[in-house]
Structures are given as C-alpha cells and as structure tokens.
C-alpha cells in the first residue's frame, strides 16, 4: 500500500466533487443549443474520479513505502516547511506593505534560515531587492 | 551580530520610505509620474487610444505618465483596483462603457458614481459586417433574410455580456429580428469567424473588420450609428437607415471619487487638449472611432446615465 | 532586386544597432520566469513610437524572435520555463544541464531555434497567403478538435505512469473552469474573487509548478553547501557536431511544419506548438524512452517548435490583419501608429516594408545564432554559486514575474500555492506535463465545443463533415494507438 498515493487520490476526489457538486446547481444550457456552464465541469470531474479510482487500485497494490526519508531529507524538513510559509505569507502580504521593506525582510530572513553569513546577506538582500526594483518599477513599468 | 544587522535595515528601511515620499511640494500638481491603468491587454482599442493621449498629455504637463495593462472581467478588475487607490490625481484609470455595465452584469458593485470621470474621448459604433460571398449586400436583405428565418443568421460578438453582444440584441430590437448569438473571445476573433465563414455576421468594431473589408474579405453593411464613419464613406447608417441606436461603445478617463478639486481641474484641461487635438482626431480615424469630447461634468453626467440604462436593459436580455 | 535593397536596408547602421539593442532585451526578458514574449514586445512598443518605422520594427523582431530563443534558456538551466512557449524545453533541457551537458543543450537551444525561425521566415516569404488562407478554415469546431488533439498528448507528457498522467491532466482540465467563461458569462468557483474572474492565470501556475516546485524540491533533497552544478561540467561535446545536427534533421522539419501551421492558426500559440511537437515527435521517434529523460531530440523539437511559431503567426498577422497570438496583437497596433494597416493591401501598397520585415526576421535570428552560440559558456557559470543563493535568486525571480504579467496579486498567489503543489507532485513521482497542458487546453476546447454547438444549435455533426476536422480525429486516434501497436507487433515478432 502506498499511503502517500493514496492521499493524493482522495485530494483529487474531492477537488473533483468539489467542482462537481455546485456544476449541478448550475443554470442549464440557452435555447440556442449551447450545453450550460456546468455541462464541461461535470464531464472532467467524472474523469477524475474515474482515474483516481483506478490509480487509487494500483497504489493499494503497491508495496512501497515513498516517504521513507533519507538523513538529509529529515535534516532539511524543518527549512522546507518554513520556506513554503514564508512563500505565502510574503505572496499575501505582497499587496498590504511595500515591495522594498517587505522583500529586504524576506530575502533577509531565508538568507538567515539558509545559513549565510550576516554581511553577506545584509549586502545581498538590500543590492537585490533594489536592483529588482529599479528594474521591474522604472524599466518594466510593473505595479510594484 | 543580530543587533547590527536589526540596525543596518532599519536605517536602509528609512532611507527607502523617505526616497520613496519623494519631493513632497504643497500646491503643486503633478510632480512625479502619473499612472494610468488599463482594464483591457495591450494591442486592442483602449490601450492604443490611452497610450496616445498619454503621450499627449505627457507634454503637456511635463511629467511621464506611465500606461499599464490589468485585464479581466470586463474592466472590473482594473476597476475595483482603481477605486482602492490614492485619491491624489496620480492614480487614474482608461473608463470603458463597460465601467457602467459591471454592475448590472453581476460582476462588481463598483458603477461609474465609484469613480470620478474627468472627460469622455470618444464614441465606438458597431458595424454590421458580413463575408464577401455572403448573398446579402443590403442591411435590408439581411433584414428580410432573418425575419423570414428566426433565429438562423449566426452573429459573432465578442463574448456574452460584453458591449457587442448588446449591440447585437440592440439591432435585434429595433429591427424585431431573431439573430442566433455566437460568442467570441474578443470582436477580432468574431471578425475572423466571418472572414472563415463560419459564422454569417459580425456586429463589432469598425477597427476591428477593417483589415478584412480593405483585402476583400468582408463587406460591411451598415454602421450603427447617427452618423456615417469616415472609414467607410459608403456605408450606410443607421440614423438614415432609419433605426434607433441604442447601444454604443465609449471610452473616458476617470480618477478615484475623492480627488481634490483642483487636481481634477488640471487633469481636465490637459486631457481634454489631448482629445480634442488634430492627432487624436487622425487615430479616431484610423480605427473608425468617432471623436466627441465631453468635459467632466458633462462625462460624468453621461456614464451615470448610461448605468441607469444598462440596469434597466440587462436583466430583460436573460443571461443567467 | 527589392530583396537586395530590403537585406541591405537593415544593415544600415541604426537599423541594425536597434535590432541588436531587441535582440539583447528580448534575451534578458525571455530568460526571466514571467516575463514573457508578449511583455517584453510590449513593453519596448512604446520606445518604438520615437523611432522611423524601419528602426522600430527591427526592434520589436528583434524582441520577438530573440524572448521565444531565450525563454528555452531559464527552461534548460533552472526548470523554469521563460515564455510559456518554451514550456516543453524543461522536459529534456533540465535533464541534459542536470547530466552536465548545460553547454550543449543551450547549444541545442540556439541553433534549432534559429533553424525554426528561419524556415518559418521562408514561408513567411514565398508561400504567406495560400498559408493563411488555409487558417482562416480553423473555426469552432476544427479549434475544438485542434484543443482535443492536444490533449491526446497528455499520454506523452505523462513519463511511465500515463493513469497517474491522465489523473493529473484532467485535474488541469478541471481548473481550467474557474473563472468567468465566455459562453454565458456564467462566474463559476470565483467565490466571489475578482482576481479570479479571468480563471487561474496559466503562466504563473506554470512558473509556480516548474520553478517553485523544483527549488522546494531541492531544498528537501540537497546538501546546503553544495554548489548548483553536481554533476561535472563536461567540457567535451557542448557543442553539436555536425553528424549530431544532421541526425536530428527529419524530426525538426516535421516539427517546424507542424509549428508553422499553428502558429498561423489565430489563437493558437508557442505553447500548444512546441508541446504538441514533442509529443508528436516521441511517437514518431526510434529512442521514444529517452524522451524525458534528456534527450537531444526532445530537446531540438520544442526549441524548433517555439520559434518556427513566430514566422506562422505573422504570417496572418501581414497578410490578413488578424494576429496570430498575443504578440503579433500587439504588432498590429504598432504597425496601425505608423499609419499601416495589416492585411493583403500591405503587400501591395506596403511592399518594400513588408520585405524589410522579413529581412528582419532572417538578419534577427542570425544575430541570435551569433549571439547565443558565444555566450552559451557564460550561463552555467552564471549558476556556479552556492545553491543557497541561487534558491533566493529564482524564488524571488518567479515572485516578480508572476505578479508582472497582469499586476495581479491573485496570480501571485495561485503561483505560490502550486508551488507548493508541485513539489508535492515531484515527491509523488506525478509529471506536471499534464496538467499544465490540461489547464492551457481545457479553455480552447470547453469555449469551441460550446461556441460550436451554440451555432449549429446543439448538433454535433459539424465535427463529422468538416475535412478539417475529420482528418484531424482520424490522425489522433491514429497517433494515439498506432506506437502501442506498432511495439505490440514487434513483441509478437521477437517472440516468435
């Protein structure tokens, strides 16, 4: 059995109800012949569930343990884990405070997190984040 | 080591927030660069019109005015943007007739009373354009055609909901015709679905059928418009045709609602060179666009009014 | 002899320096994730508006041709495809760099790319209007059919497990659904998002997919102090030899013609072209195991494909007006500012321009050769740096880019969220291939088939008597099953 499979599976099966299950409620096809907004959403979801059902039969059989984790992958975890968080609170915090201080701090924390030397990445947060910047901002005209 | 550092970035920190205020002059507008958004991709009708006067009003004023593109949903997303802005006239935004549609459509609660518009470019009427082989050469004969079979002519617009579909079903009611709606993404693609012949009509922009009438391809039929368009002097209107025009595509310049006075006043007069000038005329021409100027007040007056009918017009066109 | 004066126009000193000046911007835009061809064309059109028609226009090629080269270089080096269309490059680029063959697949990158551009450039010259006459005959229905036919490649894309590929692909295909759809302008799974009314932005998943998933995965898996490049630089065989190049020749013109014809289909891009190329291109293939796994086929097919695109699409663009993809939207209002309208009376009132294009497009990508093949040796050393670095470098790279392409926050953060799901997806051994694929085509085939449908008022049978459309079927039912059976004779063969 593969547990970790068979998660994913089940996530899918219930992305897919999750699609399928408002598709129902709604409005159903026009007079001139084209299928409603739930008519395609319907059709993929069921194919999902079909495919999950199946891959699901194959990890059962499967006789592998995937998470078996090597030193280095237990060693790193914690520092995966706190990457993925910090990659989402910056995405969200992205339109509440500022590009440059909110991507100094950033840069400056993963730096720390990664284990770089303090000059280092005092120098490296600020001239990057900077640099960036000029670009995106002045050059790109990017809303930043 | 850690306080050093703590230290190091607070000083960086504050050294970025005062380079960011910038030169903070009382009184004096504009002395940085101003901003305008576009609701729509780069390339089509709004952002080739913002761009131009842009230019324009760059001159005039004296400081860059930046043109930058957030599309979707119609303009709401651009809209809904705008209106969480400053308020200090260097946030503005390119005002579609889509900007008074969004509500009544279901999209946004944001209507053109959310936004503060300080002058109206110009007007976009709808042609009824048709394949070269296509065995109409008359708005009439089209007419006849499609009352005599209802619901037969396919129309392409350029996807349900937006501008063309209405002007769609604004000929629908005047001439009591049955079209068969196709939605496109875009009036280009509908345009193109004619010139394929796949579909039998396109009611969309006069740019957007031009370089197929000009190879051949397609012929137009009539404008909907009062007046007749100075890219096609033989095309017939619908004013002389005899009809009502009831739905047409516009474009205006809006800023957030609480702007001071005397910054709208400066964006005012400068826009409104821009648009009346010779140059702005010669695009307008180019893209079969009608120029008609309309000052603040006056603009803002009309897309409210536009948003009035819109509420009242939507909800009969069943969509959902 | 106009041809003689349109060559000799663009070596005209500025013409020329502002051509190079497109060429070097396109190649730092493309190889940023999220920068894109059509931003980088964008952002220089502008620029372009203060120079003399020939001077603007040698820039925007240069822009074009040189942001789909470049796109392939980011794809190769750090799995995180540039422009969308160089998407298919990460399947066999990456691994090539990873093997320690970086120098050769840029190489690869490079000269494949150019050839692309230049066949496509050929058609361009002598056969654009029977070309563009013939996409005109791609409605609804042959796009729906055109957008299943895609599909078929997520079998291809899948790698060893195609169920856990079709699971994938078909969750793609689900999210494609979100947003607002165009046939009844129905909101469907916005909760009541703005951001989210124009559905899951395609490049920011695909950067967040790639790029992120990827450096979450080395974080996991990788000894911090180590640099970028594990394996060895080889510094034999980077580049091609002659024997190498030749081999590959059948595949790429195939792929280049397949590319031609999609790119002059309006609407229909790099990213369906280079994609479709390397699946179509694995079936046909003698080595079909490699694909995936670091082959130089794959790789040449998907650099041919994504600038073989290019000379398609302005194809139509010129010769009807109607652009091609995003880009050539963008050419066309430019082309409107200087007073000239798109379309076939370009060819006849125009003419001299349109061959100064042309020659453009050939002199554009010439300097790409040029230009790419001397500095090939700089990239990978451009990553001989603490890995640690360059995490931060391309996390934050990714971040700009995702948010650059529309301005949009909701991008930003759907790209971080399959980030994360890409690494989950890495750890499961579930190819990414197929979902992007299902999330690019699920909109093209949904929106046709219902457009289709809403014409011929709920017949299907349009689908059966169109030729197009027809021949289009048959080929990806055939395609689809003749490898297995093919293999299946060949079992019984060597049985016996």
């Given at each position: 059995?593969?547990?970790?499979?068979?998660i994913?599976?089940?996530?899918?099966i219930m992305?897919?109800?999750?699609?399928?299950?408002?598709?129902?409620?709604?409005?159903?096809?026009?007079?001139?012949?084209?299928?409603?907004?739930?008519?395609?959403?319907?059709?993929?979801?069921?194919?999902?569930i079909?495919?999950?059902i199946?891959?699901?039969?194959?990890?059962?059989?499967?006789?592998?343990?995937?998470?078996?984790?090597?030193?280095?992958?237990?060693?790193?975890?914690?520092?995966?884990?706190?990457?993925?968080?910090?990659?989402?609170?910056?995405?969200?915090?992205?339109?509440?405070i500022?590009?440059?201080?909110?991507?100094?701090?950033?840069?400056?924390?993963?730096?720390?997190?990664?284990?770089?030397?303090?000059?280092?990445?005092?120098?490296?947060?600020v001239?990057?984040?900077?640099?960036?910047?000029?670009?995106?901002?002045?050059?790109?005209?990017?809303?930043? | 080591?850690?306080?050093k550092?703590?230290?190091?970035?607070l000083?960086?920190?504050?050294?970025?927030?005062?380079?960011?205020?910038?030169?903070?002059?009382?009184?004096?507008?504009?002395?940085?660069?101003?901003?305008?958004?576009?609701?729509a991709?780069?390339?089509?009708?709004?952002?080739?019109?913002?761009?131009?006067?842009?230019?324009?009003?760059?001159?005039?004023?004296?400081?860059?005015?930046?043109?930058?593109?957030?599309?979707?949903?119609?303009?709401?997303?651009a809209?809904?943007?705008?209106?969480?802005?400053?308020?200090?006239?260097?946030?503005?935004m390119?005002?579609?007739?889509?900007?008074?549609m969004?509500?009544?459509?279901?999209?946004?609660?944001?209507?053109?009373?959310?936004?503060?518009?300080?002058?109206?470019?110009?007007?976009?009427?709808?042609?009824?354009?048709?394949?070269?082989?296509?065995?109409?050469?008359?708005?009439?004969?089209?007419?006849?055609?499609?009352?005599?079979?209802?619901?037969?002519?396919?129309v392409?617009?350029?996807?349900?909901?937006?501008?063309?579909?209405?002007?769609?079903?604004?000929i629908?009611?005047?001439?009591?015709v049955?079209?068969?709606?196709?939605p496109?993404?875009?009036?280009?693609?509908?345009?193109?679905?004619?010139?394929?012949?796949?579909?039998?009509?396109?009611?969309?922009?006069?740019?957007?059928?031009?370089?197929?009438?000009?190879?051949?391809?397609?012929?137009?039929?009539?404008?909907?418009?009062k007046?007749?368009?100075?890219?096609?002097?033989?095309?017939?209107?619908?004013?002389?045709?005899?009809?009502?025009?009831?739905?047409?595509?516009?474009?205006?310049?809006?800023?957030?609602?609480?702007?001071?006075?005397?910054?709208?006043?400066?964006?005012?007069?400068?826009?409104?060179?821009?648009?009346?000038?010779?140059?702005?005329?010669?695009?307008?021409?180019?893209?079969?666009?009608?120029?008609?100027?309309?000052?603040?007040?006056?603009?803002?007056?009309?897309?409210?009014?536009?948003?009035?009918?819109?509420?009242?017009?939507?909800?009969k066109?069943?969509?959902? | 002899?106009?041809?003689?004066?349109?060559?000799?126009?663009?070596?005209?000193p500025?013409?020329?320096?502002?051509l190079v000046?497109?060429?070097?911007?396109?190649?730092?835009?493309?190889?940023?994730?999220?920068?894109?061809?059509?931003m980088?064309?964008?952002?220089?059109?502008?620029?372009s508006?203060w120079?003399?028609?020939?001077?603007?226009?040698?820039?925007?090629i240069?822009?074009?041709?040189?942001?789909?080269?470049?796109?392939?270089?980011?794809?190769?080096?750090?799995?995180?495809?540039?422009?969308p269309?160089s998407m298919?490059?990460?399947?066999?680029?990456?691994?090539?760099?990873?093997?320690?063959?970086?120098?050769?697949?840029?190489?690869?990158?490079?000269?494949?790319?150019?050839?692309?551009?230049?066949?496509?450039?050929?058609?361009?010259?002598?056969?654009?209007?029977?070309?563009?006459?013939?996409?005109?005959?791609?409605?609804?229905?042959?796009?729906?059919?055109v957008?299943?036919?895609?599909?078929?490649?997520?079998?291809?894309?899948?790698?060893?497990?195609?169920?856990?590929?079709?699971?994938?692909?078909?969750?793609?295909l689900?999210?494609?659904?979100?947003?607002?759809?165009?046939?009844?302008?129905?909101?469907?799974?916005?909760?009541?998002?703005?951001?989210?009314?124009?559905?899951?932005?395609?490049?920011?998943?695909?950067?967040?997919?790639?790029?992120?998933?990827?450096?979450?995965?080395?974080?996991?898996?990788?000894?911090?102090?180590?640099?970028?490049?594990?394996?060895?630089?080889?510094?034999?065989?980077q580049?091609?030899?002659?024997?190498?190049?030749?081999?590959?020749?059948?595949?790429?013109l195939?792929?280049?013609?397949?590319?031609?014809?999609?790119?002059?289909?309006?609407?229909?891009?790099?990213?369906?072209?280079?994609i479709?190329?390397?699946?179509?291109?694995?079936?046909?293939?003698?080595?079909?195991?490699e694909?995936?796994?670091?082959?130089?086929?794959?790789?040449?097919?998907?650099?041919?494909?994504?600038?073989?695109?290019?000379?398609?699409?302005m194809?139509?663009?010129?010769?009807?007006?109607?652009?091609?993809?995003?880009?050539?939207?963008?050419?066309?209002?430019?082309?409107?500012?200087?007073?000239?309208?798109?379309?076939?009376?370009?060819?006849?009132?125009?003419?001299?321009?349109?061959?100064?294009?042309?020659?453009?497009?050939?002199?554009?990508?010439?300097?790409i050769?040029?230009?790419?093949?001397?500095?090939?040796?700089?990239?990978?050393?451009?990553?001989?740096?603490?890995?640690?670095?360059?995490?931060?470098?391309?996390?934050?790279?990714?971040?700009?880019?995702?948010?650059a392409?529309?301005?949009?926050t909701?991008?930003?953060?759907?790209?971080?969220?399959?980030?994360?799901?890409?690494?989950?997806?890495?750890?499961?051994?579930?190819?990414n291939?197929?979902?992007?694929?299902?999330?690019?085509?699920?909109?093209?085939?949904?929106?046709?088939?219902?457009?289709?449908?809403?014409?011929?008022?709920?017949?299907?049978?349009?689908?059966?008597?169109?030729?197009?459309?027809?021949?289009?079927?048959?080929?990806?039912?055939?395609?689809?099953?003749?490898?297995s059976?093919?293999?299946?004779?060949?079992?019984?063969?060597?049985t016996?």
């Amino acid at each position: 059995m593969n547990k970790a499979g068979l998660i994913f599976v089940g996530i899918s099966i219930m992305i897919a109800l999750g699609f399928m299950i408002p598709a129902f409620s709604m409005p159903g096809g026009s007079v001139d012949g084209a299928p409603g907004p739930g008519y395609f959403p319907i059709i993929v979801s069921l194919l999902v569930i079909i495919f999950a059902i199946i891959q699901g039969i194959t990890y059962l059989k499967e006789d592998v343990k995937t998470f078996e984790q090597t030193e280095t992958q237990v060693k790193n975890k914690p520092t995966l884990f706190i990457t993925c968080v910090t990659i989402l609170v910056y995405t969200i915090l992205f339109s509440i405070i500022p590009f440059i201080p909110l991507t100094i701090i950033t840069i400056g924390f993963l730096n720390w997190l990664y284990g770089k030397k303090w000059v280092h990445n005092s120098i490296f947060s600020v001239v990057f984040t900077v640099v960036v910047y000029l670009i995106f901002s002045k050059f790109l005209h990017v809303m930043l | 080591m850690k306080k050093k550092l703590l230290v190091l970035l607070l000083v960086v920190l504050v050294a970025f927030s005062l380079f960011a205020e910038g030169s903070k002059e009382k009184g004096k507008f504009p002395t940085k660069q101003i901003n305008i958004v576009v609701g729509a991709s780069p390339g089509g009708t709004s952002d080739v019109v913002t761009r131009f006067i842009a230019k324009d009003v760059e001159t005039q004023l004296g400081v860059p005015i930046v043109t930058t593109n957030k599309p979707g949903g119609s303009c709401s997303v651009a809209f809904e943007y705008m209106a969480a802005q400053k308020p200090d006239g260097y946030n503005m935004m390119y005002m579609p007739v889509e900007s008074a549609m969004v509500k009544p459509l279901g999209l946004t609660t944001l209507e053109p009373s959310s936004i503060r518009y300080i002058g109206l470019a110009m007007y976009l009427p709808a042609t009824v354009t048709v394949n070269k082989n296509a065995p109409w050469n008359t708005f009439e004969e089209l007419i006849a055609y499609a009352r005599a079979n209802p619901g037969k002519v396919t129309v392409g617009n350029s996807g349900t909901g937006s501008i063309w579909h209405f002007g769609a079903a604004g000929i629908e009611q005047v001439t009591g015709v049955k079209f068969n709606h196709v939605p496109f993404d875009g009036g280009a693609a509908a345009a193109t679905a004619v010139m394929g012949g796949h579909i039998d009509v396109a009611a969309v922009a006069p740019g957007e059928v031009l370089p197929g009438v000009q190879g051949g391809d397609l012929k137009v039929l009539a404008i909907v418009d009062k007046n007749r368009s100075n890219l096609y002097p033989d095309v017939p209107s619908f004013g002389e045709l005899g009809y009502d025009v009831k739905v047409l595509g516009w474009g205006a310049f809006g800023v957030p609602k609480d702007t001071p006075d005397d910054v709208v006043a400066i964006l005012e007069d400068a826009f409104g060179k821009a648009i009346q000038s010779q140059g702005f005329r010669d695009l307008c021409e180019k893209y079969g666009l009608t120029p008609g100027y309309l000052n603040a007040a006056a603009s803002q007056e009309f897309a409210e009014a536009q948003a009035v009918w819109y509420q009242n017009e939507i909800p009969k066109f069943n969509l959902k | 002899m106009d041809w003689i004066t349109a060559f000799a126009g663009v070596f005209r000193p500025d013409v020329f320096f502002y051509l190079v000046v497109g060429v070097v911007s396109g190649a730092v835009i493309g190889t940023l994730p999220g920068l894109t061809a059509t931003m980088a064309v964008a952002v220089l059109t502008p620029i372009s508006f203060w120079l003399e028609p020939a001077c603007g226009f040698a820039m925007l090629i240069g822009v074009y041709n040189s942001a789909i080269w470049s796109g392939g270089i980011s794809a190769i080096l750090i799995n995180t495809p540039g422009t969308p269309a160089s998407m298919a490059s990460t399947f066999d680029g990456y691994k090539l760099a990873r093997k320690g063959y970086s120098g050769l697949a840029l190489n690869i990158n490079t000269i494949w790319s150019v050839t692309g551009g230049l066949l496509s450039t050929i058609c361009l010259a002598t056969f654009s209007f029977p070309l563009a006459r013939f996409a005109l005959k791609f409605g609804p229905a042959e796009f729906a059919v055109v957008a299943l036919f895609g599909l078929t490649m997520m079998v291809s894309v899948s790698g060893s497990s195609p169920i856990k590929g079709l699971l994938v692909g078909f969750l793609g295909l689900l999210f494609s659904t979100v947003g607002l759809e165009t046939i009844h302008a129905f909101k469907r799974y916005t909760f009541g998002q703005v951001g989210l009314l124009d559905g899951l932005n395609f490049v920011a998943v695909m950067i967040g997919l790639f790029g992120i998933g990827e450096i979450l995965h080395q974080i996991y898996t990788s000894e911090r102090e180590e640099n970028v490049i594990q394996a060895e630089v080889k510094t034999k065989g980077q580049m091609p030899s002659p024997k190498l190049l030749a081999s590959l020749v059948p595949q790429n013109l195939f792929a280049a013609a397949i590319s031609i014809i999609i790119g002059a289909i309006p609407g229909a891009g790099g990213d369906i072209a280079s994609i479709v190329s390397w699946g179509q291109a694995k079936r046909m293939s003698k080595f079909p195991e490699e694909y995936g796994e670091g082959s130089v086929e794959g790789l040449s097919v998907t650099c041919t494909a994504n600038n073989a695109v290019i000379g398609g699409a302005m194809t139509t663009m010129l010769s009807l007006g109607i652009p091609g993809d995003a880009v050539t939207a963008i050419l066309i209002g430019s082309l409107m500012m200087y007073g000239m309208t798109p379309g076939p009376m370009l060819f006849i009132e125009n003419r001299p321009f349109v061959l100064t294009l042309i020659a453009q497009m050939v002199i554009a990508n010439l300097v790409i050769l040029v230009f790419g093949l001397t500095t090939s040796k700089i990239y990978p050393r451009l990553l001989a740096v603490k890995k640690t670095t360059l995490w931060v470098v391309v996390l934050f790279s990714c971040f700009v880019g995702a948010y650059a392409i529309n301005n949009s926050t909701t991008d930003l953060i759907a790209m971080a969220v399959f980030g994360i799901v890409g690494f989950f997806f890495k750890m499961l051994d579930v190819p990414n291939g197929p979902f992007i694929l299902g999330l690019l085509l699920g909109g093209l085939l949904e929106a046709n088939l219902r457009r289709t449908l809403a014409m011929t008022m709920g017949s299907y049978s349009i689908f059966f008597t169109s030729v197009i459309s027809v021949t289009l079927l048959i080929i990806a039912i055939v395609s689809l099953f003749l490898p297995s059976i093919i293999s299946g004779i060949k079992k019984k063969f060597r049985t016996k």
